[in-house]
């Protein structure tokens, strides 16, 4: 199955933004797969949302996004990446 999601490793921008959190994973992965399982119009959510990809990968491609983080530095930087005041 990992054939089918095979993508390059997050760039180093994308790595800087997030440089605390040890799982980033790329943009265009996260984008392939919100557009996948997401009707148009539709809504992401990400319970677990670490540095916050697929939020950014949701809102880039028109989507409304939720996502719930339990550790303060990880919300820190997703609140970061995903430009929440």
């Known amino acids: 199955a990992a054939r089918f ?3 390059a490793k997050p760039s180093r921008t994308e790595r800087a933004e997030a ?3 040890p799982t980033v994973k790329p943009i265009k992965l996260m984008t392939y797969l919100v557009k996948l399982a997401t009707p148009e119009g539709g809504l992401v959510i990400d ?3 670490g540095s916050g990809t697929t939020g950014v990968a949701a809102i880039a491609q028109g989507f409304d996004f939720i ?3 339990l550790e303060p530095e990880y ?4 609140t970061q990446r995903l430009n929440i005041t």
């Not at 919300?75 to 997703?78: D, G, L, Q, R, Y």
């Open 5 to 7: 999601f095979w993508c």
């Open 19 to 21: 440089s605390k959190h």
């Open 47 to 49: 319970p677990f949302m």
């Open 67 to 69: 996502g719930c983080e």
């Open 75 to 78: 919300f820190e930087i997703a």
